[in-house]
């Protein structure tokens, strides 16, 4: 053999292929084994010298040895399935005679998609040392992608080991989800808890994060403030303008009365009154969403909608701002992080107390662009900033920090641009890499197209990336036995979306994609790259329904993102908490296809005429409509190939009012109280299609006719 794997290789690979085989949801644990068949063997481990010894201090993955007498920290080979989630430096030597500032934070502060070639950290230290005051300072990257407040409390705590001289920390984004993991179980037995409500979630949530920010300003106060070391403290601000509320997010809760039946039917009215640019009736039917569900955001983002209409911005921003808080109330598993407006407030009151300086985002972006919300020039998603943000806010920081050191004040206009920008084939990768990550987040086709299209213009060089993406997001194979993906991870190219490893999505949740890819084929053909009849004959030679039965209950054909009810579990069927279910299914065009639904409503008055619809490609006439049911009934239909789109096509299951449902019980525990809290419309315990079989087809239409008769 040419080549022989490395001892390391084979027992990453092996322990990697173990979890794979076994469906572990392990996933940062298995993002990690990939990684490492990125990296190079770590080197073998050698005995120490007598001047050299190692200690079991260390400083997130950097672990302090002992190295001609002095003090090192070097990448722990141990923890080296996370090392993709930090700094990418070896080693942190001792201090030398210079400034040295910290940087604390999360994958904001990392420059997510920028990261490594761009980051927040060197964009501070280009900035500090064109002063004459801060000149040959040093920034120390101590920031995490992913870090929770619990793990900026380690860092914090061992941190001062580094003999700062001040600290920067840009932080906040992802306490939320500390608040949510913490919220005492006790709390569940206080009276008046027999019920779930959404006004005690809050409040719950709340008062937990009040508790964690105050723990946190303790910790920094201890190790820094009282080891008089400045510390400056980047409050995050949230992408207003371009980030809208996922499915998920728009769950409607149980309403008393007809409520939930109210705001659907608003809903609706609202949508179209922004659709026909009828604002009478968008400001009527948003403020009636709101009353009937604070907790909703769809209701403050329809509001929104009309200010701008309005060119009310300052309006429109607090209507926005009020929707991106309601994350407290928990209902998808996937929503993404954000500064909500109770910690932001916490910490510019607290902060200062405990000796902090203050840069808020939220102030010094509105001060830039005062007439406009935040919006994609300053944001590549919810909260990472682009290289214009993280330019203005380090600028800002800078200015910060050059009055400390002076000891009085310092004008921002005495304080220099850095000068550092990414070139072209660094940002086109960044845009690309937001198109990824606003589409598995359920954001809408507009922006997805937009960081496609500015990848592209911003550099040819994403092409290669760009055509490996759509070819093993196409595929019916997990994502990491695909050559694209192979050949994606191998040749570097994504590097900067955590070395490609969130390319591959948690086992059996493969997405196809379909916006995404969509978005991607136009921006290559309106580039002159063909992509879309390759596309096209793709899909249907790996998805299209044939006299294989397909099941439609994969996540290929019943998700689009990776946005779930907040409440993971097992469960014996299909559950949606939405009004309605969206399925995508690949035809051939050449052949009928049969379908077979096995469903349940459990909460529709089957008394009445509450029935199911089934609409097809967007037509307004429901494709087939039958009963609602408290049982579970099998409905069998055809659809004719003249109504089918050669290629991808979307069926979409309309669910009757949950009129009957009543919360019922005490709570006692946080999955209950939520699960409680937003009823399920309707259940699917099968859903699948086939190719018609020789000799079947009128057996499945009597099949159809007799399960309609029963449902009558």
């Given amino acids: 053999m040419p080549y022989r794997p490395s001892e390391f290789t084979r027992t990453v690979a092996t322990e990697l292929a173990g979890l794979i085989y076994a469906g572990s949801k392990e996933n940062e644990k298995m993002q990690g084994l990939l990684s490492q068949l990125q990296q190079p063997a770590p080197r073998l481990p050698v005995e120490p010298a007598p001047e050299e010894k190692s200690t079991a201090n260390g400083i997130g993955i950097w672990r302090e040895v002992s190295e001609n007498d002095a003090r090192v920290y070097r990448r722990d080979d141990a923890k080296s399935g996370e090392w993709h989630l930090w700094a990418d430096v070896e080693a942190i030597q001792p201090k030398q005679n210079r400034k040295r500032i910290l940087l604390l934070g999360e994958s904001a502060a990392r420059g997510f998609l920028y990261d490594p070639f761009y980051n927040v950290a060197k964009e501070l230290e280009a900035v500090v040392n064109k002063t004459t005051l801060l000149k040959g300072a040093e ?107 996922s499915a998920a997010e728009t769950l409607q809760p149980w309403l008393p009365g007809n409520g939930w039946a109210q705001w659907r039917e608003q809903k609706k009215l609202a949508a179209k009154a922004l659709a026909d640019h009828n604002d009478a009736l968008l400001q009527e039917s948003a403020d009636h969403m709101i009353r009937l569900d604070p907790s909703n955001p769809l209701g403050h983002e329809f509001m929104a909608a009309f200010h701008l209409r309005r060119q009310e911005n300052d309006k429109a921003a607090a209507c926005l701002r009020v929707a991106r808080d309601t994350i407290v109330y928990m209902r998808s598993a996937g929503s993404m992080p954000r500064c909500i407006t109770a910690i932001r407030e916490q910490l510019l009151t607290a902060g200062p107390l405990y000796g902090m300086h203050m840069v808020d985002l939220q102030e010094v972006f509105g001060e830039i662009y005062p007439d406009q919300l935040p919006d994609r020039q300053l944001f590549l998603d919810n909260c990472h900033l682009t290289a214009t943000g993280i330019m203005h806010a380090m600028r800002h920081t800078a200015q910060v920090l050059l009055q400390i050191f002076a000891g009085g004040a310092y004008p921002l206009e005495e304080v220099p641009f850095s000068g550092m920008k990414p070139d072209n084939n660094i940002c086109a990768i960044a845009h690309f890499s937001a198109a990824i990550y606003n589409a598995h987040s359920g954001q809408p086709a507009e922006i997805i197209q937009y960081h496609c299209h500015q990848a592209l213009g911003l550099s040819r060089r994403v092409q290669k990336g760009m055509l490996h993406y759509i070819d093993f997001a196409s595929r019916y194979a997990y994502t990491l036995f695909c050559k694209s993906f192979e050949d994606i991870i191998r040749d570097g190219s994504m590097r900067q979306y955590e070395g490609g490893i969130l390319l591959c999505p948690p086992r059996g949740k493969k997405l196809m994609d379909i916006t995404l890819v969509n978005a991607i084929v136009q921006s290559l053909e309106t580039a002159g790259v063909p992509a879309a009849d390759t596309i096209r004959q793709l899909r249907i030679a790996e998805h299209a329904i044939s006299e294989k039965k397909c099941d439609l209950l994969q996540s290929y054909y019943a998700s689009t993102s990776y946005h779930t009810f907040f409440i993971g579990r097992e469960n014996h069927c299909y559950e949606s908490r939405q009004a309605e279910s969206s399925f995508q299914f690949v035809s051939a065009g050449s052949t009928d296809l049969d379908f077979e639904l096995c469903f349940r409503t459990p909460f529709a008055d089957t008394s009445s005429l509450s029935e199911i619809r089934l609409y097809l490609n967007g037509d307004s006439s429901p494709l087939v409509t039958f009963g609602a049911s408290e049982k579970w009934c099998n409905v069998f239909f055809t659809v004719s190939r003249e109504r089918l789109l050669t290629g991808v096509n979307e069926i979409i299951v309309a669910w009757p009012d949950v009129s009957l449902y009543q919360p019922q019980g005490s709570y006692h525990s946080l999955p209950a109280f939520v699960t409680a809290l937003y009823p399920v419309a309707g259940e699917i315990f099968s859903f699948t299609a086939v190719g018609p079989q020789p000799g079947t087809q009128e057996a499945l239409t009597t099949s159809m006719a007799l399960d309609e008769e029963m449902l009558r």
């Fill in 139 to 245: 920034v120390i990257d101590l920031a995490r992608t992913s870090m929770l407040l619990d793990g900026l409390q380690d860092i914090i705590r061992s941190a001062h080991l580094l003999s700062p001289d001040a600290v920067v920390i840009f932080a906040g984004n992802n306490w939320i989800f500390n608040a949510f993991g913490e919220v005492d179980r006790d709390i569940w037995q206080k009276p008046g808890n027999s019920a779930p409500s959404s006004t005690v979630q809050k409040a719950m949530v709340e008062e937990r994060l009040t508790l964690l920010v105050t723990g946190l300003l303790e910790d920094i106060k201890t190790h820094f403030t009282d080891r008089n070391i400045p510390v400056v403290f980047v409050v995050p601000e949230f992408n207003l303008q371009d980030w809208k509320s």
